[in-house]
């Protein structure tokens, strides 16, 4: 449940709608969605990246901060979402859904934000960092609230989250979106 009572923005809403006509419960959480908003928002003309894109309801939360000059450039390996999401965003010449890997995604890099949501996130984090543009966001959600440091994931190191929060070429920090959910946001940086 979002947390604030705001309306959704329509698209959001209508993807949403999609989710559940199609049984899709893996879409992020409007808590996420917000963040997402905002830092779309944050580079007015730049290049937005989502890897999965489900049936589009991030990519949704991405157009609604997406500016006049900006581009959002989103992933699915499963066509029937892809075709689910592009869609919702039919006629938007600033919006490209891409069927297939999300190493796709690597010829319209580097990107000025990157929710790495489906693909890359686990497979290749070094490749992922390397997609960012200096000053560039990245968002990962779905992690848990650690309750140590350096945070453990089913008793062994949580190494994934190491490596983001504590990349030499990101500054990261780890927010809750609920109480029982966290997500990592990184800056790129300039050096
Ligand atoms: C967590 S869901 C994405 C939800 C979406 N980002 C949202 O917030 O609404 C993950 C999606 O990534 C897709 N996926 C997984 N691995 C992928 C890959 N290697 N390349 C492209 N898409 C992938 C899955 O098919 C799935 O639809």
């Known amino acids: 449940m979002d947390t604030t009572p705001r309306p959704l923005p329509d698209l959001v809403a209508a993807a949403q709608r999609q989710a559940e006509d199609s049984g899709f419960v893996w879409s992020c959480i409007p808590e996420v969605g917000r963040l997402l908003t905002v830092a779309a928002a944050a580079k007015p003309a730049g290049v937005i990246a989502e890897s999965g894109t ?14 006049t000059d900006a581009r959002l450039v989103t992933v699915e390996q499963d066509p029937d979402r892809a075709a689910r999401a592009a869609a919702l965003f039919d006629g938007d010449p600033r ?17 000025d934000v990157f929710f790495c949501d489906g693909g890359g996130k686990r497979e290749d984090p070094e490749r992922v960092v390397d997609l960012l543009a200096p000053g560039g966001l990245l968002v990962l959600d779905d ?6 440091w ?42």
């Open 54 to 67: 489900g049936v589009g309801v991030g990519a949704a939360w991405l157009h609604a901060g997406l500016g």
């Open 95 to 111: 919006v490209r859904i891409l069927v297939g890997d999300w190493r796709l995604l690597e010829a319209h890099a580097p990107f």
């Open 143 to 148: 992690f848990t609230p650690p309750l140590s």
């Open 150 to 191: 350096p945070p453990r994931l089913n008793g062994e190191l949580d190494e994934l989250r190491m490596f983001y929060l504590g990349h030499p070429k990101l500054s990261a920090t780890e927010v809750m979106t609920t109480p029982d959910s966290t997500a990592i946001i990184a800056t790129r940086l300039a050096s």
